[in-house]
Structure formats: C-alpha cells, structure tokens
C-alpha cells in the first residue's frame, strides 16, 4: 500500500498517518516499521538498478576493447582511455556494433566524439 501523492511529501504523511492511530500506540508502531520496510525496498531498486547499469557498462567497455583489440590491434587498444569515459551503456553497445563496419580506430573516435 503506497501513501505517496504528488500533493504531499513524505513527512506530512507520515504526521498524518501517526496522528490518526495516536491512541493505538501498537498501531503508530506498526506504520512506522512498515514506513521503513518501504524505504528499504526502494532503496533496495534503486541500488539494483545502478549495479545493473554499472555491469551493463562495464561489460560493454570490456567488449570494445576485445573488438578493438581484435580488429585494429595495439593502435585500437589506445582509444581505451577515451571508452572508459563513456557512462552510457547504449552508446557502448552502439559502438560494439559500429566497430564491426568501422575501417580504423580513428572512424570509431569521430562517432563517439559526435
């Protein structure tokens, strides 16, 4: 059960939520544990969403310096520096599929750098 509402911010619910059960102190008790169970649980999500992106980055930028390495060699492995400064997994898995069709180390530089 979600108490969230664009109209109000967290602490008034909780005051009011409180305030209504101020003669059922088991109840006051029951809401707030149930409060910080939610808050758990959406700290929870948040913190498996960026190890999930974090993973998907990482892993990306392992492929690109595989396909870098494989296909232009030690010349290739030296955009490195440059591919370990991009954040966003979509445009690594882009520059994964774009290396496959690229002709130099420096054609794959001028796509990332647009």
């Known amino acids: 059960m979600s108490f969230a509402s664009p109209k109000f911010d967290d602490q008034v619910i909780r005051n009011t939520v409180e305030r209504a059960f101020v003669d059922a102190e088991m109840t006051t ?8 169970q939610m808050d758990l649980r959406q700290a929870w999500q948040k913190g498996y969403a960026i190890g999930l992106r974090e993973g998907r980055r990482e892993g990306y930028q392992v492929a690109v ?13 030296r955009l490195m520096s440059d591919i370990y400064k991009i954040d966003d997994p979509d445009i690594l898995s882009t520059l994964c599929l774009v290396l496959r069709i690229v002709e130099s180390p420096e054609a794959l530089r001028s796509f990332y750098q647009q």
């Open 65 to 77: 310096m595989l396909g870098l390495e494989l296909r232009f060699g030690v010349n290739g492995l």
């Open 29 to 36: 008790t029951y809401f707030t544990d149930q409060w910080d």
